[in-house]
Each structure stands twice: as C-alpha cells, then as structure tokens.
C-alpha cells in the first residue's frame, strides 16, 4: 500500500496537565486514517527518513487543541 499520510509524533500536554506521548496507532486513529497508509515519523529520525516520504502526502501532527479532523 502507498503511504499517504507522514504522522509525526510526540509529547503533548494531556488533559490532566501531564506530558502525554501521542504515538503513531494513536495519532492514526484520531485522524480516522489506515495505518496500512501512513509512515510513523519520529522526530529524531526526520533526516533519516526523508528519502521515503512522498512528496504528495499529507503530514499530520499532535494538536495542542485535540481536535482531529477525520482525513479519510
């Protein structure tokens, strides 16, 4: 399957006020995206990793607001 979407993880502020870890399956699935079409980014591994992202996916990251638009 072709990778359509770049999640880029990390660390948020959850709810509670406490450093939260928003990984790829997570962040997948408050897009509503497949993960069989995403290519999990870490941001230590950017560089490393550029010469796979298509220049046509969509890039999506943690939002400080929470709210995720469904991008399917």
């Given at each position: 399957m072709?990778?359509?979407?770049?999640?880029?993880?990390?660390?948020?502020?959850g709810p509670d006020g406490k450093p939260q870890w928003v990984d790829g399956d997570q962040l997948a699935r408050l897009y509503g995206v497949p993960i069989?079409?995403?290519?999990?980014?870490?941001?230590?591994?950017?560089?490393?990793?550029?010469?796979q992202i298509p220049a046509d996916a969509t890039h999506l990251f943690i939002r400080e607001d929470g709210k995720y638009p469904q991008c399917f």
């Open positions: 072709a990778i359509k979407y770049v999640l880029h993880t990390g660390e948020t502020t069989s079409e995403c290519l999990i980014l870490h941001a230590d591994e950017e560089e490393a990793l550029q010469d």
